[in-house]
Nanobody, 115 residues
Framework: QVQLEETGGGLVQAGGSLKLSCTLS????????MGWYRQAPGKQRELVAS???????NYPDSVRARFTIFRDNHKNTVYLQMNSLKPEDTAVYYC?????????WGQGTQVTVSS
């Protein structure tokens, strides 16, 4: 069974950094496009970073130049390095495949950025 486990969230001051990790079990990792998503209270879940099996990456304007996604196929893990964090980055962060597995969301990891 596919399982996704996110770790690394926490409370950080504006301008700080965090590194999130997400490990996939129960499926082949290296062949998938993977993404980091976030959901803030009262808002829809949004994609904030994506990476292909060929290591091509993409970001929305809201996080470009601040967030970096990378992957380690040997560890079945995708990471999100977040720098220069802003209060508007506060959300629960999830990883998933692209296109998503709708039934396999993990618990997510809470990121809270204080001003």
């Amino acid at each position: 069974q596919v399982q996704l486990e996110e770790t690394g969230g926490g409370l950080v001051q504006a301008g700080g950094s965090l590194k999130l990790s997400c490990t996939l079990s129960g499926s082949v990792f290296s062949v998938f496009n993977m993404g980091w998503y976030r959901q803030a209270p009262g808002k829809q879940r949004e994609l904030v970073a994506s990476i292909t099996p060929q290591y091509d990456t993409n970001y929305p304007d809201s996080v470009r130049a601040r967030f970096t996604i990378f992957r380690d196929n040997h560890k079945n893990t995708v990471y999100l390095q977040m720098n220069s964090l802003k209060p508007e980055d506060t959300a629960v962060y999830y990883c998933n495949r692209i296109p998503i597995w709708p039934n396999y969301w993990g618990q997510g990891t809470q990121v809270t950025v204080s001003s």
